[in-house]
């Protein structure tokens, strides 16, 4: 990735689907309104609306150079490990490709496959093959566990690995960032407002659409737990929320408090908060300029998280 100071970036699942409808004039607004924020990083995936995601960005990118483009690929087929092959990599980064309308993908992940898939000497000598012919320009994984993270830092040619890294989700720090700063491994930094608890907007009244991952996937029942509300029990993730609100600076949101503390993690390359409308993005890319936090407030929200969050999910990430 070749950071190694935290920016704001703009994940764009929201612009997809799976968040409630967002037509595609009201995308390219978010889109402008990111640009238009100082965001040069836009993280998308084959999946997000089946493509949607990425053909809305890629009519928007058609004539403003100098955006970084991530998309993922992997998880419109069933999960299997006999999937991640050199012939369906060719496939899945051509349609990625056409959707965004690019010769050669900036970056392609590979999105939260099976856990063996990152001990798989084949998996990484197909991703090589994808540079050599450029297809992509260079190639990261998307992880759930730390794990997997840890696996792909282990390998010469991973640029960069996204993982859930926020005020509820905090084993990342113990050894996925301090391995990633030595190995020079770029650090995107997902969930970052914990599907929105985090942004301080939520209280037990709150309610989601039927289209939205936080109604549907309480529990898992599509994907991984974890992606929906960082794994946290809702009510647990509010009464944590209520106790961080006090150390949020003066002049500052909740959503922007929680940014500022992820950015301030040695380590981190860039941050993806979703957004679903331009006011968000440019919110969320002013956390940017927000001074770094004191010890004693980054103290404080370790001791939240000890207490409330780290026995529910520390060990299952």
Known sequence: ?????????????????????????????????????????????????????????????????????????????????????????????????ANLSVDTLDLVQLHCPPTPVF?????????????????IRAYGVSVEKTDEALAAIARPGTASVQIILNAFRLKPLERVLPAAAEAGVGIIARVPLASGLLSGRYDENTTFGADDHRNYNRHGEAFDVGETFSGVDYATGLEAVRRLRPLVPE??????????????????????????NPDQARANASAAGLPPLPDETRAAVTAVYDELIRPAVHDKW
């Open 1 to 97: 990735m070749g950071r190694e100071a935290g920016v704001i970036g703009l994940g764009a699942w929201q612009l997809g689907a799976d968040w409630g409808q967002v037509t595609e004039a009201d995308a390219h607004e978010t889109l402008q309104a990111a640009v238009d924020a100082g965001v040069t990083f836009i993280d998308t995936a084959d999946v997000y609306g089946d493509g949607r995601s990425e053909q809305i960005i890629g009519s928007f990118i058609k004539d403003r150079p100098g955006l970084t483009v991530a998309t993922k690929m992997g998880r419109r087929e069933e999960q299997r490990v006999e999937i991640y092959t050199l012939d369906n990599f060719r496939r899945w980064t051509d349609r990625s490709r």
């Open 119 to 135: 001990a798989s000497d084949a998996v990484y000598d197909a991703l090589d093959t994808l540079v050599q012919e450029k297809r």
């Open 251 to 276: 002049g500052a949101t909740m959503a922007q408090f929680a940014l500022r503390w992820i950015l301030d993690q040695h380590g981190v390359t860039v941050v993806i908060p979703g957004a679903r």
